[in-house]
C-alpha cells in the first residue's frame, strides 16, 4: 500500500462550523505533513509530525488544530475559519523527516 | 536563503513536442532536488529525484540532471503526450529543512 488517504475529497463549511479532515497511511511513515494550497500556487507548509510529536507549526492560526492519534492517522480540526481560508488542503507523509514526500490527493474546502 | 525559481508558464505545446522546463536553486548545503506533477485535481506525485551533483533523475520518459555548477535541474521530455498535461514543481531539501517548492509550470500539451 502506497497510497496516503484523504477525506473527505470536498467540503464546504460556514464560518461558524467546526469540521475535520483526515488522512490516513499505511506505509509505515513517521512523518506526515499538512500543506494548503491556493489555486495556481505552490503548497505551503502548514504542519508536521514527526513520531507523532509536533516538530513544525508555520506560525498557523489557531483556528487550524493538527492532530495525530497514531502513526498512522493526521487530523486537522478547522473551527470558524474564514472565507481566504477556502483551498486544497494536502497531507503528505515521508519514511522520516525530509524524506521524499508522498502526497495525499487532497480535500478542498470552501468557506462561506 | 533557500529558494526555488522555475520558468514561468503556462507552456504550451503539441504532442510529440520536445520539452523543457527551467529549474534553479539557491541552498545551504547538498540539497536533494526533486519534481514534483500535479494532474488536474489530484494531490502531486513525485515524478524524480536527484541526491547527488551529476546525478539524472529519471521515469516516464522524463530526466533531469543535477548540474551542481550552474544549481540548476532543468526537466526534459523527448515527446510529450496530451496526458502529460499537468502543473510540474522543481523542489528542493537540505538536510533539515523541509521541502521548498518552486511556483510551478502549468503544462498544457494539444493534439
Known amino acids: 500500500d502506497t497510497e496516503v488517504t484523504q477525506t473527505p475529497k470536498h467540503l464546504v463549511m460556514g464560518m461558524t462550523n467546526k469540521k475535520s479532515l483526515k488522512c490516513e497511511q499505511h506505509m509505515g511513515h513517521r512523518a506526515m505533513y499538512w500543506y494548503k494550497q491556493k489555486a495556481k500556487k505552490p503548497p505551503e507548509l502548514m504542519f508536521v509530525?514527526?513520531?507523532?510529536?509536533?516538530?513544525i507549526n508555520e506560525s498557523v492560526p489557531s483556528r487550524f488544530s493538527p492532530e495525530c492519534p497514531n502513526s498512522s492517522l493526521l487530523n486537522l480540526h478547522l473551527h470558524a475559519l474564514q472565507p481566504e481560508d477556502s483551498a486544497l488542503y494536502l497531507c503528505?507523509?515521508?519514511?522520516?523527516?525530509?524524506?521524499?514526500?508522498?502526497f495525499g490527493s487532497g480535500t478542498q474546502l470552501s468557506v462561506l | 536563503g533557500n529558494s526555488v525559481t522555475q520558468m514561468e508558464g503556462p507552456v504550451t505545446l503539441s504532442e510529440e513536442a520536445f520539452l523543457t522546463i527551467n529549474c534553479t536553486y539557491t541552498a545551504t548545503g547538498y540539497p536533494s532536488l526533486f519534481w514534483y506533477v500535479q494532474y488536474p485535481g489530484e494531490g502531486l506525485q513525485l515524478l524524480l529525484k536527484?541526491?547527488?551533483?551529476?546525478d539524472k533523475g529519471s521515469n516516464k520518459g522524463f530526466e533531469a540532471t543535477y548540474r551542481k555548477e550552474t544549481t540548476s535541474f532543468h526537466l526534459e521530455k523527448g515527446s510529450v503526450q496530451v496526458s502529460d498535461s499537468a502543473v510540474y514543481f522543481c523542489a528542493h531539501n537540505s538536510g533539515n529543512t523541509p521541502l521548498v517548492f518552486g511556483k510551478g509550470t502549468r503544462l498544457s500539451v494539444i493534439a
Open positions: 536527484a541526491t547527488k551533483a551529476d
Open positions: 503528505a507523509s515521508s519514511q522520516v523527516m525530509y524524506e521524499k514526500l508522498f
Open positions: 509530525y514527526s513520531y507523532e510529536k509536533l516538530s
